[in-house]
Nanobody, 110 residues
Framework: QVQLVESGGGLVQPGGSLRLSCAVS????????VNWYRQAPGKEREFVAG??????VYADSVKGRFSISRDIAKNTVTLQMNSLKPEDTAVYYC?????WGQGTQVTVSS
């Protein structure tokens, strides 16, 4: 069993920044791929960013604005989100090995 707990969401103005964290615990393989997804109201869940070992991959919509990293010692994966836009508003979910966290709300609005 794997547990994922997201934190760091909130309300931010356009152009602002937020940092999301995903704490991973349980029976996980060594340095598993960990992904961030998001789901906006009325839309399907979409891939945002993922990290394999220490390399990150990004959706085109966030490339250059978001950065994913991991702290191996703390088993956490962080998503740094800069230059946020209203269209980034969504519930953000952490995912690994078929498991999902509960999500954290990000709202970008003036």
């Amino acid at each position: 069993q794997v547990q994922l707990v997201e934190s760091g969401g909130g309300l931010v103005q356009p152009g602002g920044s937020l940092r999301l964290s995903c704490a991973v615990s349980g029976s996980i393989s060594s340095r598993p791929a960990v992904n961030w997804y998001r789901q906006a109201p009325g839309k399907e869940r979409e891939f945002v960013a993922g990290i394999i070992w220490t390399g990150g991959v990004y959706a085109d919509s966030v490339k250059g604005r978001f950065s994913i990293s991991r702290d191996i010692a703390k088993n956490t994966v962080t998503l740094q989100m800069n230059s946020l836009k209203p269209e980034d508003t969504a519930v953000y979910y952490c995912n690994t090995q078929g498991f999902w966290g509960q999500g954290t709300q990000v709202t970008v609005s003036s």
